[in-house]
Every structure is written in C-alpha cells, then in structure tokens.
C-alpha cells in the first residue's frame, strides 16, 4: 500500500471532497503528543521545528486558548478546559505508553498515561463502526455548548487517526467549497477510515482547525469559512506528531 494517497470522493447525493490518506508504519513510528501553550499554526511550526509528519489532535476553547479535554505530556497534565459531565469518562482520547498509540474512551486507558488528548467521538471499534447518526454516547449533542455547535452533524472538513495492526492511518478532507469539496459527515469519516483499514479509529478536531502535515508540507487545504478568499491554517493548541 502506498504512504500516501489523495482522491476525490464521490459522496451518496453526487457531492465530492478531497480526501487524504497517510500510513505511518506501526512498528517504525513513535507518536507524541504535541501541547502549543500559545497556540501555533501546525504547519508553520512544523517548518520552524523539523518534524515531517502531524496532523491537529484535540479541540480548544478560544478565551482564553487552551485544550477541550484532558491533555498529558511527559506524563504530566496539561491545564485544560474538562469535558462536561457525566461525558468526561466516555469520551474518546488517543494514549501513547510505550505500547505505542491506543484509542478509547478515557476510563479504558488507565489513570497515568505517558501522552494523552481528549478528543471523539469513536469511529472505529473491534474492526466495525462505532459512530451511529442521532446516538449520542459521547455526548457532543448534549455538551455542544462547549462548542460552536454540535460537531457531529452535517458535512465539514475532518481529521481522524485510525490503529491496525500494521498501520498508523491519518487521515483529512477538504469542506467549505461550493461545487468543489463538501466535506464529511460524521458518518462518512468512520466509513472511510473501515475501508482504509483501521481496527479502531477517533475523530480529531476539524473544521478550520484541520491540518495535516506530510514531510514538512501542508497537505489539505484548510477553511475557517464557506468558500473563504484563500485557504490558511489556524493556529491550534495540540498536534501528534509521528517520528
């Protein structure tokens, strides 16, 4: 399979996205989780720094900028906005021990984990999709308050990071571009991440937060706004970075 794929979807009512695929190898790639106290575009960062391959992992709250959800580091604990009760043990994170990467909900991976970021909701599980339109586990109907609206419904530019047993798969669409990228639903996100592969699979922090980095490189094309002048990254506030 090749490292790096990008096509166009054809989604179920004719409309279309662009759609990027990267596989890191399992057993040759270290994943940490990267915390910007100041909020950085990832793109940018990653030219400053030299890291060749991240992409955007959980979500932030803008006043003042910090993470939406646990966030750890070195085994340290990042100062954070908490998920909202009783939402907070349910909701899907990705851990890095020294087993490498794991996705779950935050009360399967264990009370200390080396990296964490909190960020949902669970596409993949076991092999078969995990995300149901209208069943709300996680809770991002309910707590959309703590967003701009609630993330799971309609079509948006998205990011994900898929686990099998010989692939780290991330993967972002373009959105926000009338006649010409639509975007994803929740939906069609968990469906594209089975059909690459993935055992399990999380949703990571989209819209206009959506970056992807691939040797150094900004690879999608980001849109804060519907059919914006131009696309620009967006400074966020955590990445995973594969090295």
């Given at each position: 399979m090749r490292p790096y794929s990008l096509w166009r979807q054809t989604l179920a009512d004719g409309e279309e996205t662009t759609i990027y695929a990267i596989r890191h190898q399992a057993d040759r790639s270290r994943v940490r989780v990267l915390h910007f106290p100041e909020p950085e575009r990832l793109d940018v960062w990653c030219s400053t720094y030299g890291v060749g391959e991240a992409v955007v992992a959980g979500f932030f709250v803008r006043d003042p900028?910090?993470?939406?959800?646990?966030?750890?580091?070195?085994?340290?604990?990042?100062?954070?906005?908490?998920?909202?009760?009783?939402?907070?043990?349910?909701?899907?994170?990705?851990?890095v021990d020294g087993d490498g990467p794991r996705?779950?909900?935050?009360?399967?991976?264990?009370?200390?984990?080396?990296?964490?970021v909190q960020a949902g909701p669970l596409l993949v599980a076991h092999g078969a999709l995990a995300f149901t339109p209208g069943d709300d586990v996680e809770?991002?109907?309910?707590?959309?308050?703590?967003?701009?609206?609630?993330?799971?419904?309609?079509?948006?530019?998205?990011?994900?990071?898929?686990?099998?047993?010989?692939?780290?798969?991330?993967?972002?669409?373009?959105?926000?571009?009338?006649?010409?990228?639509?975007?994803?639903?929740?939906?069609?996100?968990?469906?594209?991440?089975?059909?690459?592969?993935?055992?399990r699979a999380i949703n990571l922090d989209g819209g206009g937060s959506t970056t992807m980095v691939h040797r150094g490189h900004l690879l999608n094309r980001p849109y804060s706004s519907q059919d914006q002048p131009a696309p620009?990254?967006?400074?966020?506030?955590?990445?995973?970075?594969?090295?």
């Open positions: 900028y910090r993470p939406l959800g646990e966030v750890r580091v070195d085994g340290r604990e990042v100062p954070h906005e908490p998920v909202s009760e009783p939402f907070r043990d349910v909701r899907a994170c990705v851990s996705i779950g909900a935050r009360a399967e991976l264990g009370a200390d984990p080396r990296d964490l809770g991002f109907s309910a707590g959309a308050s703590q967003f701009d609206s609630d993330i799971t419904a309609e079509r948006h530019p998205r990011a994900a990071l898929g686990i099998s047993r010989e692939h780290l798969i991330t993967v972002a669409c373009d959105g926000r571009r009338s006649g010409v990228d639509a975007g994803l639903s929740m939906l069609e996100l968990a469906e594209i991440m089975l059909e690459l592969g993935a055992e620009e990254s967006r400074a966020i506030v955590t990445a995973l970075a594969f090295v």
